[in-house]
T-cell receptor, first 109, second 114 residues
Framework: GQNIDQPTEMTATEGAIVQINCTYQ??????LFWYQQHAGEAPTFLSY??LDGLEEKGRFSSFLSRSKGYSYLLLKELQMKDSASYLC??????????WGAGTKLIIKP | DGGITQSPKYLFRKEGQNVTLSCEQN?????MYWYRQDPGQGLRLIYY???????QKGDIAEGYSVSREKKESFPLTVTSAQKNPTAFYLC?????????????FGPGTRLTVL
């Protein structure tokens, strides 16, 4: 079966750095997405990786290793507004998105 | 401004009643999707449509129905056959054609069955 694993919850301090991991086992691979979702709101797109390596976008970076079935989202200079759930999703061989359950990130002052 | 709208934001339904959730987009996207989100679980695909007048079942289509009569609209009906309909429902769209197309989401409808 297809599976996406992420930690359920993480806590970090304002101004610090946090890394959210995602491992996946899917039927084929056509890219990995990270989305941010504030409570009760729609997910919003953060990043897309299809090749191995690091993609940097401001305070957020995303890394992919296809051979290990592994990705992480790195958030720097954490702000209180970064408190949200972070969803990892993999596009499989049929171009369908398989979603992880999300990681709830709690930022403390 | 382009985007996706869903209505209503909150919806209450009595057991045994059908209810229709609205999803409209003005992004000129070909593909539209309906997901269900439950606490502690990933988004699960209910139905999707790649083009007008065509749609396919997702992983959890039982108890749901859709139509795609217009490119802009993809309403979802939650029927009385859906055993556990209380959830947060999200509609999404993308340009279509697969690949790296980012899905854009509407604000969601929270359905509660009383």
């Amino acid at each position: 079966g297809q599976n996406i694993d992420q930690p359920t919850e993480m806590t970090a301090t304002e101004g610090a750095i946090v890394q959210i991991n995602c491992t996946y086992q899917t039927s084929g691979f056509n890219g990995l997405f990270w989305y941010q979702q504030h409570a009760g709101e729609a997910p919003t797109f953060l990043s897309y990786n299809v090749l191995d390596g690091l993609e940097e976008k401001g305070r957020f970076s995303s890394f992919l290793s296809r051979s290990k079935g592994y990705s992480y989202l790195l958030l720097k200079e954490l702000q209180m507004k970064d408190s949200a759930s972070y969803l990892c999703a993999v596009m499989d061989s049929n171009y369908q998105l398989i979603w992880g359950a999300g990681t709830k990130l709690i930022i403390k002052p | 401004d382009g985007g996706i709208t869903q209505s209503p934001k909150y919806l209450f339904r009595k057991e045994g009643q059908n209810v229709t959730l609205s999803c409209e987009q003005n992004l000129n996207h070909d593909a539209m999707y309906w997901y269900r989100q439950d606490p502690g679980q990933g988004l699960r695909l209910i139905y999707y449509s790649q083009i007008v007048n065509d749609f396919q079942k997702g992983d959890i289509a039982e108890g749901y129905s859709v139509s795609r009569e217009k490119k802009e609209s993809f309403p979802l009906t939650v029927t009385s056959a859906q055993k556990n309909p209380t959830a947060f429902y999200l509609c999404a769209s993308d340009p279509g054609g697969g690949g790296s197309d980012t899905q854009y989401f509407g604000p969601g409808t929270r359905l509660t069955v009383l």
